[in-house]
């Protein structure tokens, strides 16, 4: 078949390869297992690297299409269910994060116990569900790969997970089933309006080029798929999984979960609900814009009072993720490139996060950071490696976090709209609430003095520990040094949105 | 062009940075020392070249028609955020940009030496951490040169994050004393908090202005905007929110950011904590370079500030208030660099006051070539003031290295044990105190002048509160150095430090006698145009009286011990006390932040969370749970009752059905 | 009268010959050959079942009382499928001390049954449903009552005959006032009769209100479903099995036929009302029974019971897509099903065992079984990439192509009962996974054909919704059967 | 519709609802049972009269009628044979007995 010349559909094979590998590993021995994983790890990141060649070559080329490398096979064909693959520069940006964050997550959970085999298994039938969303632009094949990437949370959480797992897996399940369930409406219905002689497409491209959705059904189903994807993304006041969630998942589900498929929520956000739906992202996008705004200062504060680290981290993430779809709703150029940028930053910074947390938390077996203190002087790598990751989030320049951050705000502020301008500046305090917490942890957990005796004999980080956070730290200050070259690959591929969006409102104005 | 090796000057430092952070535990703790001073000497070297190039080189255009024109080194993207919003990352060279070059890298300079022997003990090993130490030092270099020759306010902002971590750090560098772990976490709050200030201004100012540049050369810059009226800047100046103009609220968000860097009230808070870092920290950071970012921000955009009135203003009383606000603190401070701190919050306040009192109107241009006149004085006093105070921060270092406390109790007559210091410290004392021929005498006549121009009340107000200077100043000195005898209480006598650190304190302190005679008025000037000032013999005299009597006083109370000091605190021990307590700013801060922020907003937003938010999806779950155990019954179990269900159903569905279609 | 029309039903004549040559084995072996009764018969089946695979000349027999066409022959060769596997896994259990002896009649009973559901299927004439209907649902009785030695057995036996028949009593009841108006039993001739008269009588609302309670009661429809849960629970698990999925499955087609062929030009006054309340009740009244049980059994019944509510949303849509949509959710329908009923069999049957707190720890000692047990549990909450993901994806696109808003709010409160029934279907893979336990149900060497069973379970549920061509034919027959639908 | 058709479809309405109130309320099995044979004569009852008075060119209901007495009598077959069994284990016919599995 024809699809099998493209690259893409490689991202989907790799992990299925992997997970059959590790379906003929023994249960006996992990070190078999640890090979496969690693070699699949490490050959899904040389393919994102190459696709990025293959992209900028393509744009360097003078490739302007919307999408490059796009390919398609009938699925279902009375349906009109096409498997279609295609890559704009912020998917591409997505496979490599992810694979970035896959590769650090296989070192993070090295020591992974009991069940390794069965771990990793699911590990990449979750990783298989990001790279397929990611890489398809068929509404269809999106939510399948979306949903499948969904279902082994349940089990990374129940089996390996720590706390309270059994209630945090059924609810951040059930949670995010409630959200795919608004997106599965949503999808049907958009379907059922995508053209306008009833030739019913699933292709994203076609859609918004026929631009056939009446406007009376956009008013209904621009809410529905908005907040279908909102829930991963941890919109207020959809976001309750998220802390429980993240609070009891082992250390490489967390890395995986916050690091990229909470992105998933921000991706289809744009790519599904306002782009296909531009009249009423115009019409509603208020309401949600307010909602996200909450969410940015709502999560910081409430991070501000935490305890338990992870759950720090989770109301960050609430916030942080708050940002991207507050920047995605500002609907201009800039503040949805920031919105990437962010989500990229967000990514690695979190996944960081949660690999530092859990080597902390295998070291100490507690998360609360009243029963620790002075671990820099224990742990210098990882106390380094925590003040990095913590300075990112709270945007020190030369480090991602920075640069999102300043593009969502500067791009936001560009709004003519006055409402936007003033939730902007309301946004932007959350950099100060950021640095108290932050700080308020770094100052707490790593200085002062070693709260118990018994951490003195704790050891710093083994030789994957390091590899597996040295990678993200690489990757955040690469971002944050050199952000033109990623704000190159991102920006045009919003243009198309944007046009449409602007068409809609002009259409509007004319109405 | 000639000047392009400026890119070492702020790469060397970046450079060290990387190298000992990453390579320097393998490395001897002297070996890093020695490297980082090295690297820094070569460093200022390169700043000099650079700084005396620019200024008495005439090569380019740098001078036209008499004017001094800034030099844009180079300009590279850095961040694109739209085809006309660029972050670039460039060096710009003008008058106050060369001078700061000189300061930093001097200042750095001596603290590197210094540091070489303040951070052993007294049998010269290295403390710990003596690597990280030099490896923050190049790091703070670094963003601290960088923000002085940028080339676009949004360059500022990142090197104003830079410097803010890097003080975190060094303020931080005894993390393990709860004391300085709550020091940096609260600098770095509260500067960050001036910097939100200062991002809301910038996205203000740059939604009218579409650019960040300064002198842009291919784009008009923002200063190079104010020429031209169609500019969309004149746009700025007439759009009005909430009865400002949109500039005026731009540059007031702008001020309060270097507001927060330079310690003005009520942002003030974070700087006497800040002193729990290494005393040559103290006195690079806090008392020469960083805290001085704010003037220079200000400075920088002088040229915008000069249009709006209002803005100044608010600067001037702001100014005034902070510089007699800190002097009277400092004279009842016991620990001797909180004083110092004090001080130096004041003379920052002077410089800021000098810049905004220079906004008089223009019947002076013929007097004094124009409101130029403050600026100048300002830019110049800040100079001076970063060698005498560098000066007497190390001068203090040495002291505490000596004696293992900073409380001046502990002191006393310290003048015959460590001679070479306590000389040193005098020299220091007179040029702050504005005794010619030294160094401060020269800037701050320049200032009071600037005062007077703007009204004889600013005048009297900054000439009081230099006489305040002269007698804390001296206070501390006589308390340090004379008072009584020294009673020896460590296990050796304090003598004067190796040479490493008394080298730096001679060398500062010959600057600080000769500084004042540099030609500040012919090179740094707002517009490059040299000015030309005579002395003005009524207000210097009248200055130096007052500083004179101030030192008198000084004299009278503290060279030999006596109980007047007592009498005085114990005749208003209210206004002592409050004075002590630094008249509860922290207190006040404390409450805010935990009580208001923490307890008030925090706690309940977690609370709501957990209880509504999450208690709403919990309680969906329960209702289903509920539900499906209250409908059991209907599976009763009994034949009958299934045949009464399955009957009334389908009646009920026949007649439902018929009612609603029918009817 | 012409013989040749026997030849347009194949699938019937070679069910009986198999049936015929099974009572023949049956009655004449020696006793000592008994032994190799359930494996002929299952291999005759097999062989019976690739046969019918090959398509036949098609069309009316009987002068129109019964007819077949591509849409009756893919069903009946699903429910051939279906019932290959119930043999399959029941091999086991029919040789049993207990159940020996009567193990003919337990083919027998199930192939009699499968013949009368042929003729629901593709009957056209009231009387030949009727019979068909009551020859598929009166033998399942005595099924129901084949553990002689358990109560309750009998108990689910008497409770399934009564109310049997009373909703056949209800359902004939219904057809004698359609009779009364039409004057027919041809279904051609009675829709004919019904588009004259006015769609406002009330005798016509009584009339289909009795005739999908009737039908309804097969499906185990709320309100008409409570005979299900018992019956599952008491009777044998071989025949529980067969009882959800087969019964269920010919069902739902026939009801397809009868509303749509019968009662077509009443379909927007009358029974698109009727059935959407019923679907909302199905489905949601199963749900939130489902969540308290604890027995497999009946927790599969209850499960069943929304699953039913699903597959009349295909019947609702009313059209070409709802039809091939509900056909291939049928056929993943019965995969999924009988996966489950294949584990719960197989533990049963060694140790008695049913209830969801046994099944603790089942991954550790059988991992197998269990990997088996919850790939059956996605399918049925419709996880991709399992076939239950595009079968309700499917069936939920097939009703909204009605485009009616009214089907949207329907397709919405389906959708959230999902996240219900994801939420049970969780809790058997929490026990099985999750849960531990130190007396778990140890290793279980579980027969070949049993595992053949799961094995085919299994193949179907990966491959169906995987290879999309099973979908596709089915539309393409839908297609053809466009005539079916003319009066909608 | 003329008068003898109501005359007579009356009546086996009636008769109907009797067999349903006659099921709903008796305790014995085999009442129920009787019951139930109330309700399907009816039922035959209606078709030939439907057939006799409205339809009489063709034989349908009769037929009809003929069949589901065939049915009905299977059935009572096999309902006997389990009360049968039933009666075996618990000793009793009376329906309310057998409530065991519910819920």
């Not at chain 3, 059988?366 to 499917?394: D, Y």
Request: aromatic fraction near 14%; glycine fraction near 8%.
């Amino acid at each position: 078949m024809e699809i099998f010349n493209n690259i893409l559909i490689y991202f989907v094979i790799v992990p299925l390869l992997t997970i059959l590998g590790l379906a003929f590993c023994s249960n006996r021995g992990i070190g078999a297992v640890r090979a496969v994983a690693v070699a699949g790890a490490t050959v899904l990141m040389a393919l994102a690297g190459y696709l990025v060649y293959l992209f900028l070559q393509a744009r360097g080329a003078g490739d302007t299409s919307e999408m490059i490398l796009c390919s398609e096979v009938t699925w279902y064909a009375p349906l009109n269910i096409k498997l279609a693959l295609g890559v704009d520069g912020v998917s591409v940006v997505m496979i490599l994060l992810s694979a970035f964050i896959v590769f650090a997550g296989v070192f993070a959970s090295w020591k992974m116990d009991p069940l390794p085999k069965q771990f990793f298994l699911w590990f990449f039938l979750l990783s298989t569900g990001v790279f397929g969303f990611f890489i398809s632009i068929d509404l269809f094949t999106m939510f399948m790969f979306y949903e499948v990437a969904l279902i082994p949370m349940y089990l990374l959480i129940g089996v390996w997970g720590s706390g309270n797992k059994n209630y945090s897996a059924m609810k951040l399940t059930l949670m995010l089933m409630g959200g795919s369930a608004f997106l599965m409406l949503g999808i049907i219905g958009i379907y059922f309006h995508s053209s306008a002689d009833g030739q019913w497409t699933m292709n994203i491209l076609e859609i918004a080029k026929n631009d056939a959705i009446p406007h009376s059904w956009q008013m209904w189903l621009f809410p529905l798929t908005f907040i279908g994807f909102g829930v991963l993304g941890a919109m207020f006041p959809f976001h309750t999984w998220s802390p429980d969630g993240h609070a009891s998942a082992p250390t490489a589900v967390s890395m995986l979960h916050a690091g990229v498929l909470m992105k998933l929520g921000g991706y289809g956000c744009f790519r599904i609900a306002i782009y296909l739906m531009p009249f009423a992202a115009n019409e509603l996008g208020w309401i949600f814009l307010t909602l996200t705004g909450i969410s940015i200062v709502y999560g910081a504060f409430s991070a501000c009072v935490q305890t338990d680290l992870k759950y720090i981290n989770a109301y960050s993430s609430v916030s942080h993720c708050g940002m991207v779809l507050f920047a995605v709703l500002m609907f201009n150029t800039t503040a949805m490139t920031g919105a990437v940028l962010q989500m990229l930053s967000h990514g690695l910074m979190t996944a960081l996060f949660f690999a530092l947390i859990g080597m902390i938390y295998g070291r100490t077996h507690t998360r609360d950071i009243r029963d620790m203190g002075g671990l820099m002087h224990i742990m210098p790598y990882l106390g380094v490696g925590y003040v990095l990751a913590g300075l990112a989030s709270l945007g020190l320049p030369g480090l991602s976090g920075f640069v999102a951050e300043m593009t969502i705000f500067v791009g936001s502020y560009m709004h003519t709209d006055i409402f936007h301008r003033v939730l902007t500046i309301a946004a932007t305090c959350s950099i100060v609430i950021t640095a108290v917490y932050i700080l308020r942890v770094v100052a707490k957990l790593l200085f002062g003095d070693v709260q118990n005796e018994h951490h003195r004999e704790l050891t710093d980080a083994s030789w994957e520990e390091r590899l597996s956070t040295a990678t993200l730290i690489i990757a955040v200050a690469i971002i944050g040094c050199f952000p033109n070259f990623f704000v190159n690959i991102i920006s045009d591929s919003f243009l198309p949105i944007v046009g449409a969006l602007e068409n809609a409102a002009h259409a509007a104005g004319v109405m | 062009m000639p000047l392009s090796y400026t890119i070492a000057v702020i790469a060397i430092p970046l450079i060290m940075f990387l190298f000992l952070g990453l390579s320097g535990v393998k490395m001897g703790k002297k070996t890093t020392g020695i490297i980082g001073v090295i690297a820094m000497l070569i460093t200022t070297i390169l700043a000099y070249g650079v700084a005396l190039t620019y200024f008495f080189g005439s090569s380019e255009g740098q001078i036209v028609d008499g004017v001094r024109k800034a030099v844009t080194v180079f300009n590279p993207d850095w961040l694109t955020f739209s085809d006309t919003l660029v972050v670039r990352m460039g060096i710009m060279l003008d008058p106050i940009a060369a001078m700061m070059l000189i300061v930093i890298t001097t200042v750095s300079l001596m603290v590197h030496l210094y540091s070489l022997g303040y951070m052993c003990d007294h049998h010269g090993n290295a403390e710990k951490g003596f690597q990280r130490y030099y490896a923050f030092l190049a790091l703070f270099t670094f963003s601290m040169l960088g923000l002085v020759v940028a080339t676009n306010l949004f360059q500022i902002f990142i090197f104003f994050e830079m410097v803010g971590v890097s003080s975190y750090l060094l303020i931080g560098f005894y993390y393990t004393t709860p004391a300085a772990n709550h020091a940096n976490k609260k600098a770095f709050i509260v500067t960050r908090l001036a910097d939100l200030f200062f991002l809301i201004g910038i996205l203000i100012l740059s939604f009218y202005t579409q650019t960040f540049d300064f002198f842009s050369n291919n784009v008009n810059g923002i200063i190079g905007m104010l020429d031209d009226p169609q500019a969309s800047l004149a746009q700025a100046g007439t759009t009005t929110f909430m009865g400002c103009s949109a500039m005026a609220w731009a540059l007031t968000f702008i001020f309060i950011g270097g507001a927060g860097k330079s310690a003005m009230y009520p942002l003030h808070i974070w700087l006497p904590d800040a002193m729990e870092g290494p005393t040559p920290v103290s006195a690079l950071i806090h008392a020469a370079t960083m805290v001085v970012a704010g003037v220079f921000l200000v400075a920088r955009l002088f040229p915008m500030y000069v249009l709006v009135q209002g803005t100044m203003d608010i600067i001037c009383v702001v100014g005034a208030f902070t510089a007699f606000y800190a002097a009277a603190i400092a004279c009842v401070q016991s620990d001797i660099k909180r004083a110092l701190a004090f001080s130096t919050i004041s003379q920052i306040a002077f410089m800021m006051t000098s810049l905004a009192v220079s906004s008089a109107d223009g019947q002076l241009i013929e007097i004094h070539g124009g409101y130029g006149l403050g600026f100048m004085a300002s830019m110049f006093h800040l100079f001076t003031h970063a060698m005498f105070k560098a000066l007497l921060f190390l001068c203090a270092g040495a002291i505490i290295h000596a004696v293992h406390s900073n409380e001046n109790d502990k002191m006393h007559g310290l003048h015959k044990y460590m001679p070479i210091t306590s000389i040193a410290f005098l020299i220091g004392c007179l040029a702050i105190a504005g005794i010619p021929p030294f160094a401060g005498f020269w800037s701050k006549d320049e200032i009071l002048v600037a005062a007077y121009e703007k009204g004889i009340g600013w005048g009297i107000w900054m000439t009081m509160v230099a006489g305040m200077t002269a007698f804390y100043m001296f206070r501390i000195y006589f308390l340090i150095f004379h008072w009584k005898k020294h009673e020896v209480h460590t296990e050796h006598e304090p003598a004067d430090q190796p040479w490493t650190m008394t080298l730096p304190l001679i060398i500062l302190a010959a600057i600080s006698i000769v500084a004042g005679f540099v030609p500040a008025a012919k090179l740094v000037t707002w517009d490059g145009t040299p000015l030309h000032t005579q002395l003005n013999w009524t207000i210097a005299g009248t200055s130096v009286l007052i500083a004179c009597i101030g030192i008198g006083l000084a004299y009278k109370m503290y060279y030999k011990e006596n109980d007047l000091p007592e009498r005085m605190a114990n005749s208003c021990r209210g206004l002592w006390t409050a004075a002590y307590k630094r008249f509860y700013m922290d207190e006040l801060y404390q409450f805010i932040t935990h009580k208001v922020i923490f307890q008030g907003i925090c706690k309940p937003i977690a609370k709501f969370d957990r209880a509504i938010i999450d208690g709403f999806f919990n309680m969906l779950a329960e209702v289903t749970n509920r539900t499906s155990f209250g409908i059991r019954k209907m599976q009763s179990g009994s034949i009958q009752g299934y045949v009464y269900f399955y009957l009334i159903g389908v009646l009920l569905l026949a007649v439902i059905t018929m009612a609603c279609v029918l009817l | 009268m012409d013989y040749s029309q026997f030849l347009m039903m194949p699938q019937e004549i070679g069910l009986l010959i198999v049936f015929l040559l099974v009572f023949i084995y049956d009655t004449f072996m020696p006793a000592r050959a008994q032994r190799f009764l359930p494996i002929f018969t299952t291999i005759l089946f097999a062989i019976y079942t690739a046969f019918s695979f090959i398509p036949c000349q098609m069309g009316e027999l009987f002068g129109g009382m019964m007819e077949t066409n591509p849409a009756t022959w893919v069903m009946k060769c699903i429910l051939n499928i279906g019932v290959f596997i119930v043999f399959l896994q029941a091999i086991k259990w029919t040789n049993e001390d207990f159940v020996s002896v009567r193990r003919g009649e337990f083919y027998e009973l199930i192939l009699l049954t499968l013949f009368g559901m042929f003729l629901m299927i593709s009957s056209r004439h009231f009387l030949l449903f009727v019979i068909g209907l009551e020859t598929a649902s009166l033998p399942i009785a005595a099924l129901t009552a084949f553990e002689k030695r358990h109560y309750e057995s009998h108990e689910a036996a008497a409770k399934y005959i009564f109310t049997a028949i009373f909703s056949s009593a209800i359902f004939m009841l219904g057809i004698s006032f359609v009779y009364g108006m039409s004057g027919s039993l041809y279904f051609n001739d009675i829709a004919n009769a019904l588009s004259l008269i006015s769609s406002k009588s009330i005798l016509l609302f009584v009339a289909v209100a009795f005739v999908i309670a009737g039908v309804g009661f097969k499906l185990s429809l709320v309100p008409f479903h409570q005979w299900t849960a018992d019956v599952y629970q008491g009777a044998p698990t071989a025949v529980t099995s067969y009882l959800s999925v087969i019964s269920k499955g010919a069902a739902a087609f026939a009801f397809l036929i009868i509303l749509v062929q019968v009662f077509g030009s009443a379909y927007h006054q009358v029974w698109e009302w009727m059935l959407y309340a019923i679907i909302i009740l199905t489905i949601t009244i199963g749900n939130l029974f489902a969540i308290r049980q604890h027995n497999l059994k009946r927790f599969l019944a209850f499960s069943s019971i929304s699953q039913a509510g699903y597959i009349m949303l295909g019947v609702i849509a009313a059209s070409t897509v709802g039809m091939a949509s509900m056909i291939y959710y049928i056929l993943v329908y019965i995969f999924s099903n009988l996966a489950a009923f294949g584990v719960i069999a197989a533990i049963e049957r060694q140790t008695g065992k049913v209830t969801m707190d046994d099944y603790n720890g089942l991954f550790k000692t059988n991992p197998w079984m269990a990997f088996t047990m919850m790939l059956a549990m996605f399918s049925l909450g419709g996880i991709p990439p399992f076939a239950g993901f595009f079968s309700k994806f499917f069936i939920f696109v097939g009703a909204a192509s009605t485009g009616s808003v009214a089907i949207y709010v329907l397709v919405f409160i389906a959708l959230v009962n999902t996240i219900i029934s994801l939420y049970y279907y969780l809790l058997v893979v929490k026990a099985m996974f999750i849960r531990q336990d130190e007396c778990a149900i140890p290793y279980i060497d579980s027969h070949w054909t049993e595992e053949l069973g799961m094995t085919i379970s299994v193949m179907g549920i990966i491959a169906v919704g995987i290879a999309s061509n099973v979908y596709t034919f089915m539309s393409q027959i839908s297609d053809s059967v466009i005539h079916i639908f003319h009066l909608i | 519709m003329n008068l003898t058709l109501l005359m007579y479809l009356i009546p086996s309405l009636i008769m109907f609802g009797c067999g349903v109130y006659g099921f709903l309320t008796r305790k014995n099995m085999i009442a129920i049972m009787i019951s139930l044979e109330l309700m399907l004569n009816s039922i035959d009852i209606n078709f030939v009269v439907f057939n006799r008075y409205l339809f009489p060119g063709q034989m349908e209901g009769m037929f009809f009628t003929l069949f589901a007495i065939a049915i009905a009598a299977a059935e009572t077959a096999l309902a006997l044979a389990i009360i049968i069994n039933v009666f075996r284990i618990a000793k009793d016919v009376d329906i309310n007995k057998i409530n065991k599995l519910k819920f």
